[in-house]
């Protein structure tokens, strides 16, 4: 079945300095990949995602790139900011599913950024 | 505008209590889905509901029942707590015609003593 990989597990940064967090997924039928943040004391939110067909995708000051040969993805955030500071997930879809119902979401083990000022 | 609901916020068993996890959405999302995180271990399903009517087992489903109550509804149920079940559970809805952008509710703490 799918496995991703996410590293670091935990990574520190200086406000203004980027941060970047790296996953390998194992089954190369994934097509879709989201980013989730999540906050202390939150739920996951999704922040930016990108699709097998295209290789990089930005939002401000955010940005994914997809290797599909190598089959990995990151996630880049430039000019970190304290409120930067949180978990981050990254995940694939896996092409089979439990039950047989495909498309369901396998994350990897997060990331806790911390931004300091 | 409420997104994804879950009560309670926090809960605490002891080993062989039963209880129910409340979920509720009202963005009309067809798909609902419970899971669990766990330190260093990420959020992994549990169970999941593709529309009205059905669910799925997750990758852990044991000692979980869940229900679809209505497309708005969707419930977690552990018959026998066990210390192993201590986690925080997390429900989330879907839009989007391919099961993508997962909506989290706030999470609900869960201890087993």
New interface residues.
């Given amino acids: 079945g799918e496995n991703v990989e996410?590293h670091p597990?935990t990574l520190s940064v200086q406000e203004g300095d980027s941060a970047v967090i790296k996953c390998t997924y194992s089954d190369s039928a994934s097509n879709?990949f989201?980013w989730?943040k999540q906050e202390l004391?939150?739920?996951?939110?999704?922040i930016i995602?990108i699709r097998s067909n295209v290789g990089e995708k930005k939002d401000q000051r955010i940005a994914v790139t997809l290797n599909k040969t190598a089959k990995h993805f990151s996630l880049h955030i430039t000019e970190t900011q304290p409120e930067d500071s949180a978990v981050y997930?990254c995940a694939a879809?896996a092409s089979w599913?439990?039950?047989?119902?495909q498309?369901?979401?396998i994350?990897?083990?997060?990331t806790k950024l911390s931004v300091k000022p | 505008n409420a997104g994804v609901t879950q009560t309670p916020k926090f809960q605490v068993l002891k080993t062989g209590q039963s209880m129910t996890l409340q979920c509720a959405q009202d963005m009309n999302h067809n798909s609902m889905y419970w899971y669990r995180q766990d330190p260093g271990m990420g959020l992994r399903l549990i169970y999941y509901s593709a529309s009205e009517g059905t669910t799925d087992k997750g990758e852990v489903p044991n000692g979980y029942n869940v229900s679809r109550l209505n497309k708005r509804e969707f419930s977690l149920r552990l018959e026998s707590a066990a210390p192993s079940q201590t986690s925080v559970y997390f429900c989330a809805s879907i839009e989007g015609q391919f099961r993508e952008k997962l909506f989290f509710g706030s999470g609900t703490q869960l201890s087993v003593l």
């Fill in positions: 996410q597990s879709y989201p989730y004391g939150k739920g996951p939110q999704l995602d997930f879809t599913g439990y039950g047989g119902s498309g369901n979401l994350f990897g083990k997060g």
